[in-house]
C-alpha cells in the first residue's frame, strides 16, 4: 500500500483556545469543507455570531489531487494574518479545511511582526483542538449490466471490498462504486474483462 493516496483533513468543526495579546483577542474556528459554497456559509455563520468583531480573516485548501486554496486578510496589512493562518494549514498537512480567525481589536496595535505571531498562533491552536483523519482518495466509475448478472458483479464487488455509492437496480442496473485509487486500474480491468458489463470512470 503506498501513501500517494492518501491525504489528512479534519473530522468536525473545531474551536482554539483564545489567543490574547495587546488587549486584542484572536478566536480561531475550524471547519471541513468541500467547496466554496460551504465556505461561504460558514464565513457568514461566524460573521453574525461575532458581528462586533473588527476582522475576520481566514485560509482555506481544497482538493486532493488538484489543491485550491486562499489566504485572506480581512484589511489586516497585507499578509500579516491569511498567509500565516495558510501556513499553520500547510504545517499540519491538511486539506479540505477552511480556518477563521475572529479579531476583537483592542485599542493597541500590534505591528505586522505582532499581527503575524498572533494569527499564526491563534489557527494552531486551532488545528491543535482538531481531529485529524486520513481518508483515501477514491475514483468513482459506473457499472452498467443486465440483472441477471447482479449476483456475480455483487460477488465481484465483495470480494474486493468495494464500496457501492449508488445504485439503480431495474431491468438494466447501474452501480455507482468508488474504488480507492490506487487500486482503480485493477478493478477496472477485472470489470472490463467481464461479459456483459460495461464499466466507466465518473
Request: include cysteine.
Amino acid at each position: 500500500m503506498t501513501e500517494e493516496d492518501l491525504y489528512k483533513t479534519i473530522l468536525e468543526p473545531a474551536e482554539g483556545e483564545i489567543f490574547k495579546d495587546k488587549n486584542s483577542k484572536f478566536f480561531g474556528f475550524a471547519f471541513p469543507v468541500n467547496n466554496e459554497d460551504q465556505i461561504k456559509q460558514h464565513l457568514e455563520d461566524v460573521k453574525k455570531e461575532h458581528y462586533s468583531a473588527r476582522h475576520w480573516c481566514y485560509a482555506y485548501q481544497i482538493g486532493t489531487e488538484t489543491i485550491q486554496y486562499r489566504a485572506n486578510d480581512d484589511g489586516e496589512p497585507s499578509n500579516s494574518a491569511g498567509m500565516p493562518i495558510y501556513g499553520q494549514i500547510q504545517s499540519f498537512e491538511v486539506t479540505n479545511i477552511l480556518i477563521i480567525v475572529v479579531r476583537y481589536y483592542g485599542g493597541v496595535k500590534l505591528g505586522v511582526g505582532g499581527l503575524i505571531n498572533a494569527y499564526r498562533t491563534a489557527a494552531q491552536l486551532t488545528m491543535q483542538a482538531c481531529k485529524i483523519v486520513e481518508r483515501t482518495i477514491n475514483t468513482t466509475y459506473v457499472l452498467k449490466f443486465e440483472y441477471k448478472n447482479m449476483s456475480k458483479v455483487m460477488r465481484l464487488l465483495k470480494e474486493n471490498e468495494v464500496e457501492i455509492t449508488n445504485q439503480t437496480l431495474e431491468l438494466n442496473c447501474l452501480l455507482e462504486i468508488s474504488v480507492r485509487k490506487n487500486d482503480g486500474s485493477r478493478i477496472f480491468d477485472l470489470f472490463n474483462q467481464f461479459f456483459g458489463v460495461e464499466i466507466k470512470e465518473l
